[in-house]
């Protein structure tokens, strides 16, 4: 088996005196595409965090690579006042190699964009923005929080699909936090699901389908419904 | 005739749409739109000054302060606006820049505000023309404590907006800077500073503009020139022609002061998604 890219043992995690989550682990290999899945308020972004070293107050261990970690946020996130283009080059500095940025311009459909501003983007366009910032340092792992929750569904299925290509292409693990069930079956490898407080990993999906997936796979609408239920019987839904 | 079918005769709408262009370009036409009310007021003025509805040595016409202006542009005017260009100027980039400084560390730092904060509020509930009296003992009434009274005025406005931009940026992006590791001086350049700016320019404008108002002060109460001099010697002269030139000299000079730093600001901030305001 080969070396893990990230390796996470959550024993507990808390918030002033609530424990937000309690023995979590997490394995992520390369080139793997896991999702966790659980309601609003779970811990998932939380997990998410302690993973790319924004929360560091816990108990427990992480290994991973933080040089080889980008994070998309679940808003584009971008500087108002910059430019797309400096933008995807932003962890540079004004001296980012500019071939790479148009490359990554090109790459998610931005082609022609390079010098304009946030303002005149539209949320699926910023988001497509992030995803090239995030891809700008050639990670091994992408993060990425809810990143499509706030993009009509059309725009979703679009960006998705765009996700998996990029991931593919420059070789990337992807570790995923959603709320959308059919969102984590298209994507995934693997979909952890989450229970609510203290959360848990309550129970692991494994999705054994090749990519391209077709969204009306039945074993997809199989494993929904497995899912559901889990859901269900968490008092989730 | 029902409305749908005029819909449909619409070469005649087409047509009617070139025609309907405005003759100047839209930037022109707004700007005519603002000076159609001081025309109007000047005009009125004009009117009942010389029908005699006011008394002349009161109320100059308008032509008589053009006059009066014509004559002083000849004359003292030009030795007068520079004396107090420079206070202002003076002035205002000193509390501007104790200003900038003071917020940029309190507005960073929670043990800066916790030390210096209350001390700062203390001294702004002060009225600042308090300190006119103490001026003029410690530093006497030359240039320098004018310029200080004016630095004073500059300082409130610019360092409580300071403040307030430093604490009103988006947690959210700041964040980002932390995802990529920047360090404490890279954060303020790259993030920080560009983020606070939409709040700085505010309490810049407002300083600029207090800034004129002490500079008046200033000048009412101990000058030998200045456009504040001008103003008490159009008192003493019983010459309110003098001092209505005066006044319209300082609008002149306030509204291009200010109007250079709105166009900082619009340059700088090109960036922000704001509102705009309606066509009507």
């Given at each position: 088996?080969?070396?893990a890219?990230?390796?996470?043992?959550?024993?507990?995690?808390?918030?002033?005196?609530?424990?937000?989550?309690?023995?979590?682990?997490?394995?992520?290999?390369?080139?793997?595409?896991?999702?966790l899945?659980?309601p609003?308020?779970?811990?998932?972004?939380?997990?998410?965090?302690?993973?790319?070293?924004?929360?560091?107050?816990?108990?427990?261990?992480?290994?991973?690579d933080?040089?080889?970690?980008?994070?998309?946020?679940?808003?584009?996130r971008?500087m108002?006042?910059?430019?797309?283009?400096?933008?995807?080059?932003?962890?540079?500095?004004?001296?980012?190699?500019?071939?790479?940025?148009?490359?990554l311009?090109?790459?998610?459909?931005?082609?022609?964009?390079?010098?304009?501003?946030?303002?005149a983007?539209?949320?699926?366009?910023?988001?497509r923005?992030?995803?090239?910032r995030g891809?700008?340092?050639?990670?091994?792992?992408?993060?990425?929080?809810e990143?499509?929750?706030?993009?009509?569904?059309?725009?979703?299925?679009?960006?998705?699909?765009?996700?998996?290509?990029?991931?593919e292409?420059?070789?990337?693990?992807?570790?995923?936090?959603?709320?959308?069930?059919?969102e984590?079956?298209?994507?995934?490898?693997r979909?952890?699901?989450m229970?609510?407080?203290?959360?848990?990993?309550r129970h692991?999906?494994?999705?054994?389908?090749?990519?391209?997936?077709?969204?009306?796979?039945?074993l997809?609408?199989?494993?929904?419904?497995?899912?559901?239920?889990?859901?269900?019987?968490?008092?989730?839904? | 005739?029902?409305?749908?079918?005029?819909?449909?005769?619409?070469?005649?709408?087409?047509?009617?749409?070139?025609?309907?262009a405005?003759?100047?370009?839209?930037?022109?036409?707004?700007r005519?739109?603002?000076?159609?009310?001081?025309v109007?007021?000047?005009?009125?003025?004009?009117?009942i000054?010389?029908?005699?509805?006011?008394p002349?040595?009161?109320?100059?016409?308008?032509?008589?302060?053009?006059?009066?202006?014509?004559?002083l542009?000849?004359?003292?005017?030009?030795?007068?606006?520079?004396?107090?260009?420079?206070?202002?100027?003076?002035?205002?980039?000193?509390?501007?820049?104790l200003?900038?400084?003071?917020?940029?560390?309190?507005?960073?730092?929670?043990?800066?505000?916790?030390?210096?904060?209350?001390?700062?509020?203390?001294?702004?509930?002060?009225?600042?023309?308090?300190?006119?009296?103490?001026?003029?003992?410690?530093?006497?009434?030359?240039?320098?404590?004018?310029?200080?009274?004016?630095?004073?005025?500059?300082f409130?406005?610019?360092?409580?907006?300071?403040?307030?931009?430093?604490?009103?940026?988006?947690?959210?992006?700041?964040?980002?800077?932390?995802?990529?590791?920047?360090?404490?001086?890279?954060?303020?350049?790259?993030i920080?500073?560009?983020?606070?700016?939409?709040?700085?320019?505010?309490?810049l404008?407002?300083g600029?503009?207090?800034?004129w108002?002490?500079?008046v002060?200033?000048?009412l109460?101990a000058?030998?020139?200045?456009?504040?001099y001008?103003?008490?010697?159009?008192?003493?002269?019983?010459?309110?022609?003098?001092?209505?030139?005066?006044?319209?000299?300082?609008?002149?000079?306030?509204?291009l002061?200010?109007?250079?730093?709105?166009?900082?600001?619009?340059?700088?901030?090109?960036?922000?998604?704001?509102?705009?305001?309606?066509?009507?």
């Amino acid at each position: 088996m080969t070396q893990a890219l990230l390796d996470i043992h959550v024993e507990r995690k808390t918030f002033a005196t609530t424990t937000v989550l309690s023995n979590i682990r997490l394995q992520l290999q390369p080139r793997e595409t896991v999702s966790l899945l659980g309601p609003s308020g779970c811990g998932k972004s939380t997990l998410l965090r302690i993973v790319a070293g924004l929360e560091r107050d816990f108990e427990g261990h992480l290994l991973s690579d933080t040089e080889q970690l980008a994070f998309v946020f679940q808003e584009a996130r971008l500087m108002p006042w910059l430019t797309v283009q400096q933008n995807i080059g932003f962890s540079e500095d004004d001296d980012y190699d500019e071939a790479w940025v148009a490359h990554l311009i090109d790459e998610v459909g931005l082609t022609g964009f390079a010098d304009i501003l946030p303002k005149a983007l539209s949320g699926g366009m910023a988001q497509r923005v992030a995803i090239a910032r995030g891809l700008y340092s050639r990670p091994r792992v992408l993060l990425l929080d809810e990143p499509f929750s706030a993009v009509d569904a059309f725009t979703r299925m679009k960006l998705q699909d765009l996700l998996l290509q990029l991931a593919e292409r420059h070789d990337i693990a992807l570790l995923l936090v959603t709320h959308d069930v059919d969102e984590a079956l298209y994507l995934s490898d693997r979909v952890l699901m989450m229970d609510t407080r203290p959360s848990s990993i309550r129970h692991e999906l494994t999705v054994q389908l090749e990519h391209p997936r077709d969204r009306r796979d039945p074993l997809l609408a199989r494993l929904k419904a497995v899912a559901l239920g889990e859901l269900h019987s968490a008092h989730v839904i | 005739m029902s409305s749908h079918s005029k819909d449909l005769s619409s070469p005649r709408l087409a047509l009617s749409l070139p025609s309907k262009a405005p003759p100047f370009n839209p930037d022109w036409r707004l700007r005519l739109k603002g000076l159609a009310l001081p025309v109007l007021i000047i005009l009125v003025l004009e009117i009942i000054v010389r029908i005699g509805w006011l008394p002349s040595y009161q109320m100059p016409a308008p032509s008589e302060i053009a006059l009066t202006l014509g004559d002083l542009a000849e004359g003292a005017l030009w030795k007068h606006i520079s004396a107090s260009l420079l206070r202002v100027l003076l002035g205002f980039a000193i509390g501007a820049s104790l200003a900038l400084i003071f917020a940029a560390w309190v507005g960073l730092s929670r043990e800066a505000e916790a030390y210096l904060e209350p001390t700062f509020a203390g001294l702004r509930s002060i009225p600042s023309l308090a300190w006119v009296p103490l001026l003029l003992l410690w530093l006497g009434i030359d240039e320098t404590s004018k310029v200080v009274l004016i630095a004073i005025g500059a300082f409130f406005p610019v360092y409580l907006n300071g403040v307030a931009a430093i604490r009103n940026i988006d947690r959210k992006l700041v964040e980002v800077g932390h995802m990529y590791g920047f360090n404490r001086r890279r954060l303020v350049r790259r993030i920080l500073l560009p983020a606070a700016l939409p709040g700085l320019f505010p309490g810049l404008r407002s300083g600029m503009s207090l800034a004129w108002m002490f500079l008046v002060a200033a000048e009412l109460i101990a000058a030998t020139k200045g456009l504040g001099y001008l103003l008490s010697d159009g008192r003493e002269t019983s010459r309110p022609d003098i001092v209505l030139a005066a006044i319209i000299v300082l609008a002149v000079l306030g509204k291009l002061s200010d109007g250079i730093l709105a166009g900082l600001e619009k340059r700088f901030l090109a960036w922000r998604d704001t509102f705009t305001g309606t066509e009507e």
